[in-house]
Every structure is written in C-alpha cells, then in structure tokens.
T-cell receptor, first 112, second 113 residues
C-alpha cells in the first residue's frame, strides 16, 4: 500500500515570491507521482506527473517538481507566484493498481 | 474535446434515502474512477471501472456501489444514506493505463440532512 504525507497544511506567500510545497511518500513498489491543484468549487487539475526518467519534472503554469528516490520525496516548486495560484494542492501516488492515493492537501494563499 | 461531466452538481438528501450520481467520461476514455472528498478524511478512492469491470475498490462499506455502462458512462449509488456521507464526490476518467493521467470532473456536492 502507498501513502502520502504533505508536510505543510497551509502556506501563505507573497505575490512574486517563490513557493515550495513538500510531499513525502511511502511505498514498497515503484510508484508514479502526481501533483494536482483544486480551485474553489472545482475538480482537480493535473499540474505535473513523474513516471520515470529525469527526476526534474516541469508542469503547467510554471510549476516544477523534483523526484528524490532516496528521500522518497516529490516537492513542488514555483519561482514566482501570482494571486491566481491561490488554491489547494494535492500530492498523489499510484502504482499499477489504477487508483490515486492523495495527501491531505496544502492550501496556498498568495497575498499582494 | 469536452471534459468529464457529472450530474447533478448539487444534491440534498435525508438520512436513510439512497442516491445515484452520474459521470460521463471524456470521449474515448474507458476508465472511470470515483473519489470521495471530505474535510475530515480528505480524498479517498472509492472504486475504478474499466470496460464495465471493476478493477479496484477502496475501503468503503457495501452501501457504496457503482457500475459502468458499455458507453463508459458510470454511476455510483449510495444506499441508506448517513450524515457522514455528506461530501464532494469526484469522478475521473482516463484511457485505463496505470500511467495515464486521470482527468477530474467538477464533482457532485451531496448534503445529507
């Protein structure tokens, strides 16, 4: 079974500042890793995913994440945030079992 | 290309009733997954269907059931509703490969009174 821990439940950040959202996972098998974003009253939208290969993954809206197998981490970063990045962010893991296991989520609030 | 659609978007029921939620996947997608989202438990996997067959099931009581039709549309049913079933129910579709992205619908907000 897989599990995901998002280390920060809330992250306040000023506009144009960088942000990092931390995610650690545990699994006894090889995994695929995802970051999703959820805006209020909406479903989830994929930001990026790691399947294999290069450990640095680039996604939409300027986000990127780095897979670190030795530390079982998949942290999400953005060098400069906008007000529109205010949302809830979810890290998720899956293997070959056709389901996503999500972390508890990190609420990012961007202030002017 | 149209996204995942879920109907209805909002639903209010009373304890003991049953409810059916519907999900239409992206055209060409054969896999549909269901998730429950609550403030207390977060996002939890309910079940996944591929070509009308359930391939995986989460840890939910038997009151929660689902099915998939030959056109890949899916329904989930909750019988004997409890207050704790109040949640946002999200449906996601994909091609069915384990590595494929799951595309989520806007969800159905169920309130049980």
């Amino acid at each position: 079974a897989q599990s995901v821990t998002q280390l920060d439940s809330q992250v306040p950040v000023f506009e144009e500042a960088p942000v990092e959202l931390r995610c650690n996972y545990s699994s006894s098998v090889s995994v695929y890793l995802f970051w999703y974003v959820q805006y209020p009253n909406q479903g989830l939208q994929l930001l990026l995913k790691y399947l294999s290969g290069s450990t640095l993954v680039k996604g939409i809206n300027g986000f990127e994440a780095e897979f670190n197998k030795s530390q079982t981490s998949f942290h999400l970063r953005k060098p400069s945030v906008h007000i529109s990045d205010t949302a809830e962010y979810f890290c998720a893991v899956s293997s070959n079992d056709y389901k996503l296991s999500f972390g508890a989520g990190t609420t990012v609030t961007v202030r002017a | 290309k149209a996204g995942v659609t879920q109907t209805p978007r909002y639903l209010i029921k009373t304890r003991g009733q049953q409810v059916t939620l519907s999900c239409s996947p992206i055209s060409g997608h054969r896999s549909v997954s269901w998730y429950q989202q609550t403030p207390g438990q977060g996002l939890q996997f309910l079940f996944e269907y591929f070509s009308e067959t359930q391939r995986n099931k989460g840890n939910f009581p038997g009151r929660f059931s689902g099915r998939q039709f030959s056109n890949s549309r899916s329904e989930m049913n909750v019988s004997t509703l409890e207050l704790g079933d109040s949640a946002l129910y999200l449906c996601a579709s994909s091609t069915g490969l384990a590595t494929d992205t799951q595309y989520f619908g806007p969800g159905t907000r169920l309130t049980v009174l």
